[in-house]
């Protein structure tokens, strides 16, 4: 699986846009970009993925460059309780996948009032 | 209703002893996994089973013994506890292939 880097820490205003960068220079055409987020001691929560498309859901959206090198993670209207570690994760999705997720150090974000 | 369970959520016990740690889910997925947060956050892959079959052993040593009695539990066994053993344990499911739904973690501290 292909590695990602993010930035360690962010910060966000309550009700402000977050943008949460990912470089994955290395991915691979049938590895998928995934997000995933650690709410303080929870278990991890899935958000979103995409391969090559712009995704949206109920949770963010997720912008994909044309050259896939790299994504943006967007959560539209942060409030406080979207504050966690969020990690970027590439991996490759279907038959043949073992399915393990390979988590780096992610990127804290702190939404503040 | 519960996705993915786990039993306890806190563990605390000697150097030296054997404990298990109880993974259930109920979403019908065929591949469950454990996952160890160490102190440092990092998270990292332990053990996958796809229908009661290991397919992921990530070099952890043999004192781990992972089962599956069925496609909803897959429990972790630890022998002879060690400090460094200390961590949050995580179970998760998917589908083959699919998004990972996480249990709320096992905090085990060994004295």
């Known amino acids: 699986d292909a590695k990602t880097t993010q930035p360690t820490s962010m910060d966000c205003a309550e009700g402000r846009a977050a943008n949460l960068p990912c470089n994955h220079s290395?991915?691979?055409?049938?590895?998928?970009v995934y997000w995933y987020r650690q709410i303080h001691s929870q278990g991890p929560q899935y958000i979103i993925h995409?391969?090559?498309n712009n995704e949206t859901n109920e949770m963010a959206s997720l912008i994909i460059t044309e050259d896939r090198k790299s994504s943006t993670l967007i959560l539209p209207h942060a409030t406080l309780r979207d504050t966690a570690v969020y990690y970027c994760i590439v991996r490759v999705l279907g038959s043949g996948n073992t399915g393990k997720l390979i988590f780096g150090q992610g990127t804290t974000l702190q939404v503040k009032p | 209703d519960t996705a993915v369970s786990q039993t306890p959520k806190y563990l605390v016990t000697q150097m030296g002893n054997d404990k298990s740690i109880k993974c259930e889910q109920n979403l019908g997925h065929d591949t469950m996994y454990w996952y160890k947060q160490d102190s440092k956050k990092f998270l990292k892959i332990m053990f996958s089973?796809?229908?009661?079959?290991?397919?992921i052993n990530e070099t952890v040593p043999n004192r781990f013994s992972p089962k599956s009695p069925d496609k909803a539990h897959l429990n972790l066994h630890i022998n002879s506890l060690e400090l460094g053993d200390s961590a949050v344990y995580f179970c998760?499911?998917?589908?083959?292939?699919?998004?990972?739904?996480f249990g709320p973690g096992t905090r085990l501290t060994v004295l």
């Open positions: 089973y796809n229908n009661k079959e290991l397919i």
């Open positions: 995409g391969l090559k």
């Open positions: 998760a499911s998917s589908q083959v292939g699919g998004r990972q739904f």
């Open positions: 290395t991915i691979s055409g049938n590895e998928y």
